[in-house]
Nanobody
Framework: LVHWVESGGGSVQAGGSLRLSCTSS????????MAWFRRRPGDGRRSIAC????????YYQDFVKGRFTISLDNAKNTLYLQMNSLQPEDEAVYYC????????????????????WGPGIQVTVSS
């Protein structure tokens, strides 16, 4: 099974920045569509940004567009999410994973070679 490893979260004040990292123990991330997801308190998990294979194109949900940047370092087999201008409403547990498509309705691809959700990483934003 895929083991997703997310890192880089923490606590910041509003307006601050964090960079999340994600790698896989089994998959070559450049070969698949990848996404960052988040789950805010009381909500379900949803995709916030995705990137197609080899980083050919990206998509952002409106509420992070212009503030967050998704990128892929093929040499390190690592997916990143640079988060700038963080706001209290960005406070959530963030997850990476394989994406089923890359667009406004894309979701997570689970099971089989893609495994299950990783543990996620907490991002806390204070006002």
């Amino acid at each position: 099974l895929v083991h997703w490893v997310e890192s880089g979260g923490g606590s910041v004040q509003a307006g601050g920045s964090l960079r999340l990292s994600c790698t896989s123990s089994r998959l070559t991330l450049a070969n698949i569509e990848m996404a960052w997801f988040r789950r805010r308190p009381g909500d379900g998990r949803r995709s916030i940004a995705c990137i197609t294979a080899n980083g050919a194109s990206v998509y952002y949900q409106d509420f992070v567009k212009g503030r967050f940047t998704i990128s892929l370092d093929n040499a390190k087999n690592t997916l990143y999410l640079q988060m700038n201008s963080l706001q209290p409403e960005d406070e959530a547990v963030y997850y990476c994973g394989a994406s089923n498509g890359c667009g406004p309705t894309s979701g997570v691809r689970l099971g089989g070679e893609y495994g299950n959700w990783g543990p996620g990483i907490q991002v806390t934003v204070s006002s």
